[in-house]
């Protein structure tokens, strides 16, 4: 986002007090007698009042000054460009404190998020991002928003041997992006990622696949390999999905069923080791 310096408006500094200061006592309550019946009183008040006052010494909070937005925008940029992000991210953010209704505060709140995604932070990246949505919904960079909230969990996918949630939520928010903005230009890289991240899902369908078909747990491997097939037509794990099935349904002893899925594979496929291995599985020896 381009740095204008000419767009600072010429607000004035404004000092406040984080404290309230005390009133000034009159002359004569300074120098009054009190008779010697009153006078332990007197001195009692007259500690607390000192011990008061000390508090309030004490508790003094900093000045807040109320800076031109054009500056304060500028130096978060500074911040980001040195290599900052996390410092430039927060400082995004007080130019929509202190300026919420200005432009600059919209894109403060954009950029905070961009500044957040390149320190890692992902959590905030993505909660900045939604509130932008939230609070812009047709400006337009919103479809950079929904960007910035899927690629931030598309770099915590873990292997497919872990929880997907991360892989899912990436999924949700380009498919997102691509339904309410196809025409961005940010759409065709959701659209590779949309199919990665679908692979991804794919893969730890078959992981588990294997898993209860080398136990010897037929259907629930079945069910898994068949969800592959039916649900992730597009991804590199479909031949396999379907040599599994063969060879699930053979050992099950329901073999129409088995030549069913090796003969898909076959037509589909019919390059594929996997239908090699299949047509071996159901003849008994290799393809001629």
Request: hydrophobic share 40%.
């Amino acid at each position: 986002m381009a740095r204008s310096r000419d767009a600072r408006p010429g607000a004035a500094r404004r000092r406040l007090t984080g404290a309230v200061r005390p009133p000034m006592l009159s002359a004569d309550m300074d120098t009054r007698w009190y008779g010697p019946g009153r006078s332990r009183r007197a001195l009692l008040a007259l500690a607390l009042l000192a011990l008061a006052l000390a508090g309030c010494a004490g508790n003094k909070e900093e000045e807040y000054v109320e800076r031109p937005v054009g500056e304060l925008y500028n130096e978060a940029l500074d911040q980001l460009n040195a290599g900052d992000p996390r410092k430039a991210a927060q400082a995004f953010e007080e130019v929509d404190r202190q300026h919420p209704y200005s432009e600059w505060a919209t894109r403060g709140q954009l950029m905070s998020a961009f500044a957040y995604y390149q320190a890692n932070d992902y959590d905030a990246a993505i909660d900045a991002a939604r509130r932008f949505i939230d609070l812009h919904p047709g400006h337009q960079d919103v479809a950079y928003a929904y960007y910035l909230i899927g690629i931030s969990d598309y770099e915590q996918i873990s292997d497919v041997g872990r929880d997907q949630k991360m892989t899912e939520d990436a999924l949700n928010a380009f498919e997102e992006l691509i339904r309410r903005f196809p025409d961005s230009k940010y759409a065709r890289d959701a659209e590779l990622k949309v199919q990665l991240a679908r692979d991804h899902l794919a893969g730890k369908e078959m992981a588990i696949g294997r898993y209860y078909l080398v136990r010897g747990k037929y259907v629930a491997a079945i069910n898994r390999f068949r969800n592959v097939v039916d649900n992730y037509q597009t991804t590199t794990h479909v031949p396999e999905a379907l040599h599994r099935l063969t060879e699930a349904y053979l050992a099950l002893g329901v073999t129409d069923e088995a030549r069913r899925n090796a003969a898909v594979l076959g037509y589909n496929f019919p390059g594929s080791r996997w239908y090699e291995d299949s047509y071996a599985l159901i003849n008994g020896g290799p393809e001629p």
